[in-house]
């Protein structure tokens, strides 16, 4: 869909239908992903540091993996199926020569939008951030100080592969956060000629995340080996 608005410049198909669609489906994704770094981000301590205590139990399984899963996949298409789709304290008004057909009537309330992008965006990438740094903290100190015996070659590529992958999010998402948090606070008008820009930089999520995965999960380089020669040859 924002490959067809850059490619013609306009919306096509221009009927609301279609940008109630785009827009739920759009802002439902950011999230999920958002939402879903965060986790694995928090997630990752556990893994290094509490495997054994929690990850065998499995009440404590559900409670620190599946629902933190289920809410992070869940929320947000709900929450937007309320306000975009749904949208029952205002009528949207879409613009067909702008991405995202403009942006959804709800905007308008000040304490809505606030919570959105607080709650939304703000939230998850300020977890990626502490988890990332923290991490490194608690692995470098059980490292020096000895406390107990840790697996370090094993520890230390968890906690590269979280970086490499959260790098991603924080690097195309983090520019977009400040300035809006800065318009939001204190100064309106705030880089707003780089703005459309800066919301068009988290279309990179998605486009590098598989390839990043890929480099990053030696058994899937190696099914992949496998099973591309034999698919290329039925072909």
Request: glycine share 2%; aromatic share 20%; with cysteine.
């Amino acid at each position: 869909m924002p490959m067809s608005y850059y490619y013609l410049n306009y919306i096509w198909p221009s009927t609301n239908a279609y940008c109630v669609w785009w827009t739920w489906c759009e802002f439902s994704l950011s999230t999920i992903g958002l939402y879903l770094m965060a986790w694995i981000s928090i997630e990752r301590h556990l893994l290094i540091f509490h495997e054994h205590t929690i990850f065998q139990v499995r009440w404590k399984k559900w409670i620190f993996h599946f629902i933190p899963i289920a809410f992070s996949l869940m929320w947000a298409p709900l929450f937007f199926l309320f306000l975009v789709v749904i949208h029952p304290f205002c009528t949207n008004v879409w613009i067909f020569n702008l991405p995202l057909c403009g942006f959804p009537c709800y905007a308008e309330n000040k304490i809505l939008h606030k919570f959105d992008f607080i709650f939304n965006i703000l939230f998850p990438i300020l977890i990626i951030m502490l988890a990332n740094v923290t991490l490194i903290i608690r692995v470098l100190y059980q490292k020096m100080s000895r406390q107990r015996v840790i697996n370090w070659r094993r520890h230390l590529k968890m906690m590269l592969q979280l970086w490499i992958v959260s790098s991603l999010y924080m690097g195309f998402w983090l520019p977009l956060v400040i300035t809006l948090f800065i318009e939001m606070t204190t100064q309106p008008l705030f880089m707003i000629n780089q703005l459309e820009t800066m919301q068009f930089a988290p279309y990179f999520v998605p486009l590098f995340l598989p390839m990043k995965t890929g480099v990053l999960l030696s058994k899937l380089q190696s099914n992949l080996t496998k099973i591309l020669p034999s698919f290329i040859q039925k072909r």
